[in-house]
């Protein structure tokens, strides 16, 4: 499991928000510290964390709530079995909250998401069986 923090600058001085450039970089530096893993477990990581939603899941135009393009090469790179966001509110039904990315689950969680792994079977590690709400 990992995470990163954080939304496009909006408001800026505050804290916890970021220009593209600085999540690339965030991305980069993960994805290296995540090598080790795929050496010693044969995956990069099973759950991605973020804040912010991979660029065009989830996302919407407005700035706060605009997703960033380097967690698409994350998603590419580690193929976890998810990744859970939280920055798009969701109030109804026909809202999309789950979406398949390649091999990753996208799952916007805003207000709460019941989240059900299993071991992979005949592998190590964990795939997403269930999210609901």
Not at 67 to 94: D, I, M
Not at 101 to 107: A, D, E, F, L, P
Request: net charge positive; with cysteine; proline share 5%.
């Amino acid at each position: 499991m990992a995470g990163l923090e954080g939304c496009r600058v909006y408001n800026p001085g505050a804290p916890h928000q970021y220009g593209e450039s600085e999540v690339w970089w965030q991305a980069f530096l993960l994805a290296n510290r995540l090598r080790l893993n795929r050496i010693r477990y044969g995956r990069y990581l099973d759950i991605l964390i973020t804040h912010a939603p991979p660029r065009g899941i989830h996302d919407a135009e407005d700035v706060p709530h605009q997703g960033f393009a380097s967690y698409l090469w994350l998603l590419r790179r580690a193929r976890p079995c998810s990744c859970c966001t939280v920055t798009k509110h969701v109030y109804g039904a026909n809202s999309a909250a789950d979406t398949d990315y390649g091999q990753t689950r996208v799952v916007n969680t805003y207000g709460y998401r019941i989240i059900e792994l299993a071991r992979r079977p005949g592998r190590q590690g964990w795939e997403l069986v269930r999210s609901s709400r």
